[in-house]
């Protein structure tokens, strides 16, 4: 039997790589976001491969989550996968510099949201003793940089969130584990930098960063593995890095 994915952010970057690879190999798809246009173009495309339901809510809204997990139609309810994906960075400045508006945007999108959707998800996991959820992280959730405090503390909690899932569900069936990249060429410099799409593409100048559909074959290499295997927590960077701030682009 087919399984079904669950997808934040699948609009974009790392959670669209993963849908399409996810629909090549044969895995039903249920795909959330907020831009309605995307959502039906990939219901279009990747619905000639497999079953696709979308969900439009925005994830910082726990009410519109539940509502939207809740709607879902008997053949898309049980979820054997979950990709915990959707977030951003919304600006970079100092501590000093901040923008309040900007630290609210990334801790109700990247932990609260994230929170939510496994809330309202895990319980039936549980229930069928099965599932597996990837986190996607950064390597901002092991390290912080200059100007990425906010960002990063966002992301060093999902790492925290990733490990207390696997410690809770332990001995449930389900699986929990994280998969955090380095530098990935999606839209997530243009939203940190409000459309300066200019400066968003020059933090991918002078090297080669990973593309989403690395980080997607990743993911679904994870998601394949055998039951018995649980790929816990695996960082990716591109080869010119070897650290947040270290980036060859000689
Ligand atoms: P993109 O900007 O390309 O994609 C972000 C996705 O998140 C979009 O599909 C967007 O959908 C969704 N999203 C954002 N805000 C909300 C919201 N409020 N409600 C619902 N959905 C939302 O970025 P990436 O693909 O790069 O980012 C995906 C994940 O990967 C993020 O968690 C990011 O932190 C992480 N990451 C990215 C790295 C990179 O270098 N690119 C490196 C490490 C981690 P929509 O706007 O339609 O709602
Ligand atoms: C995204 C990676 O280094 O741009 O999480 O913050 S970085």
């Known amino acids: 039997m087919r399984k079904t994915a669950f997808?934040?952010?699948a609009t974009s970057g790392i959670g669209k790589s993963t849908a399409i690879l996810f629909a090549l190999n044969g895995i039903n798809l249920v795909l959330c976001g907020r831009r309605q246009d995307r959502l039906d173009a990939l219901k279009e495309e990747l619905g000639k491969e497999v079953q696709v339901h979308t969900l439009n809510f925005d994830i910082r809204n726990k009410e519109s989550v539940q509502e939207a997990v809740d709607?879902?139609?008997k053949e898309f309810s049980q979820i054997d996968i979950l990709i915990n994906n959707a977030g951003n960075a919304h600006g970079m400045d100092t501590i000093q510099d901040g923008n309040i508006?900007?630290?609210d945007a990334m801790l109700d999108i990247n932990v609260k949201g994230?929170?939510?959707?496994s809330k309202a998800i895990i319980?039936?996991?549980?229930?069928?003793?099965?599932?597996?959820?990837?986190?996607?992280g950064s390597t901002a959730g092991k390290e912080v940089y200059p100007k990425g405090n906010?960002?990063?503390?966002?992301?060093?909690?999902?790492d925290a969130i990733n490990q207390g899932m696997r410690i809770d569900?332990?001995?449930t069936g389900v699986r929990v584990g994280a998969v955090n990249p380095g530098l990935v060429e999606t839209e997530f410099s243009n939203v940190r930098f409000k459309g300066d799409d200019d400066r968003a593409e020059n933090v991918y100048k002078g090297f080669q960063p990973l593309k989403p559909e690395d980080i997607a074959d990743i993911i679904h290499f994870v998601v394949t593995r055998p039951y018995h295997?649980?790929?816990?927590?695996l960082i990716v960077m591109p080869t010119a890095q070897a650290s947040s701030t270290i980036v060859d682009k000689s």
């Open 7 to 9: 997808i934040t952010g």
């Open 71 to 73: 709607s879902l139609p």
């Open 101 to 103: 508006d900007d630290w």
């Open 114 to 117: 994230l929170l939510y959707v």
């Open 123 to 136: 319980p039936q996991m549980v229930a069928r003793e099965s599932g597996h959820i990837i986190n996607i």
């Open 150 to 158: 906010v960002y990063c503390a966002s992301k060093h909690a999902v």
């Open 169 to 171: 569900l332990n001995g």
């Open 229 to 233: 295997v649980n790929i816990a927590d």
